[in-house]
């Protein structure tokens, strides 16, 4: 069993910060890919930000030179810093992880619970 917990998310005023956390336990080997999605109302899932193993990272166009991806490989846990939040921010954020488990060859994909946030004055 693998379980990904996202915390973080809350309401904030445009202009503001927030960090969000991903933690990931359970039977883990080896975390590859983490990434951070977002799902706005009346819209699909989109990719915020992406973390290679190495810590190469990629971000959406919207978010680029706003937001900062980060991992820390130790804590099996990866980072959203979000600044000079907008309202078009607002969404519910997930953590997405490629991890292979100690007890399979396979590699799958694990998604969060998701964290609200809110951009709002």
Do not use: H
């Not at 973080?8 to 999605?37: F, H, K, N």
């Not at 007890?103 to 619970?113: A, C, H």
């Amino acid at each position: 069993q693998v379980q990904l917990v996202e915390s973080g998310g809350e309401l904030v005023q445009p202009g503001g910060s927030l960090r969000l956390s991903c933690e990931a336990s359970g039977s883990i080997d080896t975390i590859y890919s983490m990434g951070w999605y977002r799902q706005a109302p009346e819209k699909s899932r989109e990719l915020v930000a992406s973390i290679s193993m190495s810590g190469s990272a990629n971000y959406a166009n919207s978010v680029a030179g706003r937001f900062t991806i980060s991992r820390d490989n130790a804590k099996n846990t990866v980072y959203l810093q979000m600044n000079s939040l907008k309202p078009e921010d607002t969404a519910v954020y997930y953590c997405n992880e490629e991890i292979r488990t100690d007890y399979s060859d396979f590699i799958r994909n694990y998604w969060g619970q998701g964290t609200q946030v809110t951009v709002s004055s």
